[in-house]
C-alpha cells in the first residue's frame, strides 16, 4: 500500500485515477484549485463522492502544510492548464499558462523538498514535448529542464511521464477546441451527425492512449518508484496512429464523412527522438491495440448526451 497525492485530484485524468489507485489498495488524497471547472462546462455530469480540498499548488506554504499532513510516498502532478489553444488566444493566455504551469512545478518540487524529500513525484508531461507547437508544450518542457536539475541539486526522485493524447470518459468528458482531446472531440461530431474535421492532411503521427490504458500505466508508476534519486523519463501512450485513421474510425461508425480543414496550428507531423514505451512494457504495461474497440465503446459510452452537444464549438477558432 502507498499513500498517494494528486494534484490535479478534480480533472479529466485526476478523478478517473483517485478511483483506480483506490481500487489498487492505496490511499489517495489529493487537491484542486478548480480552475477546469470554471473554465468549461463537462457533457458528462461531474460525479464526486466525497469532497476535494481547494488549493492552489503555486501557494508552496499551502502545499507543504498539505504534504506533512498526509506524508505521500507518492506525489502525482497533474495540476497545471493542458490546453495548447488556450496558451496561444493572446499575451494573457500565454503568460497565465507558462505561470501556472512552470511556478506550479517549481513549487511542487520546492514544497516535497522540505517536507517529502523521499517521496516519489509523478509528473506529467507531454509526448509533445518531443515537438514543442504551443507556448502550453513549451511549458511542459520548462518543467521537465526543472525537475531534472532539483534531482541533480538535492536528489528529487522524479518520473516525468510523457503522455500522447488520451481519449475515454475521465473524471469529465469535453470537446471543445481548448479542452477535449482529438478523439473525444471527433467522437461529439459524429454523435452530432457532423463532419469529422482534421486539421491539414490528417498524417500527423501521435501515439494515442485509452484512458484504462493510461491508469493502468500510472498503477505501474507508482509501483516502482525509482530506489534512488534520478530523473527518469518514461514515454505513456498505446499506439501511434495517423490523425485521419482515427477520424476514419470515427466516421464509419456514426455514419459521417471526414472533411480536411486548414491546419489552425503549426506542428510537426512526427515525433524526434526516443519515443519507446519499453519501461513500461518491462514492467507489465499490455498495450490496447485494438483501437477502433476502445472507440466504439467511447461513443456509446457518450452517446447518452448526445442531445447536449453544442455544434458551435466544432470549428477551432484559435490560429497560430
Ligand atoms: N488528457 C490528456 O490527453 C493529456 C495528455 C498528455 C498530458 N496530459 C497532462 O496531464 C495532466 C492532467 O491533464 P487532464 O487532462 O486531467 O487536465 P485537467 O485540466 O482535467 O486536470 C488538471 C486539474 O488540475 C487543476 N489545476 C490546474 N492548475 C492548478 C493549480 N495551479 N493548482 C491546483 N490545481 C490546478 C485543474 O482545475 C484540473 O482539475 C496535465 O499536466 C496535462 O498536461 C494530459
Not at 62 to 88: C, N, Q, W
Not at 222 to 249: D, M
Request: aromatic share 10%.
Amino acid at each position: 500500500m502507498n499513500r498517494v497525492f494528486i494534484l490535479g485530484i478534480d480533472g479529466y485524468l485526476g478523478w478517473r485515477l483517485q478511483q483506480h489507485l483506490r481500487g489498487c489498495g492505496h490511499r489517495v488524497s489529493g487537491c484542486d484549485n478548480f480552475f477546469r471547472r470554471e473554465v468549461v462546462k463537462s457533457l458528462v455530469p461531474i460525479v464526486r463522492t466525497s469532497a476535494i480540498p481547494r488549493l492552489d499548488i503555486r501557494v508552496t506554504s499551502g502545499l507543504r502544510e498539505m504534504l506533512k499532513v498526509f506524508k505521500p510516498d507518492t506525489v502525482v502532478h497533474l495540476a497545471e492548464i493542458p490546453s495548447a489553444p488556450y496558451s496561444m488566444k493572446d499575451a494573457q493566455h500565454t503568460i497565465a499558462v507558462q505561470d501556472n504551469n512552470v511556478i506550479g512545478s517549481l513549487s511542487v518540487l520546492l514544497a516535497m523538498r522540505e517536507v517529502c524529500p523521499e517521496a516519489h513525484l509523478i509528473k506529467l508531461g507531454s509526448m509533445g514535448e518531443y515537438i514543442p507547437s504551443s507556448w502550453y508544450h513549451m511549458s511542459k518542457v520548462l518543467d521537465s529542464k526543472n525537475c531534472e536539475y532539483a534531482s541533480q541539486l538535492w536528489g528529487a526522485r522524479i518520473t516525468d511521464v510523457m503522455q500522447g493524447p488520451v481519449y475515454g470518459v475521465g473524471g469529465r468528458f469535453d470537446y471543445d477546441e481548448c479542452w477535449g482531446t482529438v478523439v473525444n472531440r471527433w467522437v461529439c461530431m459524429g454523435l452530432a451527425k457532423h463532419d469529422i474535421l482534421v486539421y491539414g492532411d490528417g498524417a500527423q503521427v501521435r501515439g494515442f492512449l485509452p484512458i484504462q490504458d493510461s491508469m493502468r500505466c500510472f498503477e505501474i508508476e507508482v509501483a516502482h518508484p525509482p530506489k534512488k534519486a534520478i530523473y527518469r523519463r518514461v514515454n505513456q501512450y498505446a499506439k501511434k496512429h495517423p490523425l485521419k485513421e482515427l477520424a476514419g474510425i470515427v466516421a464509419s461508425a456514426c455514419g459521417v464523412k471526414v472533411k480536411y480543414i486548414p491546419n489552425p496550428r503549426i506542428e510537426a507531423n512526427t515525433y524526434e527522438g526516443d519515443t519507446g514505451t519499453e519501461w513500461l512494457e518491462h514492467r507489465g504495461y499490455d498495450p490496447s491495440t485494438d483501437t477502433e474497440a476502445a472507440i466504439l465503446e467511447l461513443i456509446e459510452h457518450v452517446r447518452p448526451y448526445r442531445d447536449n452537444i453544442d455544434t458551435n464549438q466544432f470549428l477551432p477558432k484559435v490560429r497560430w
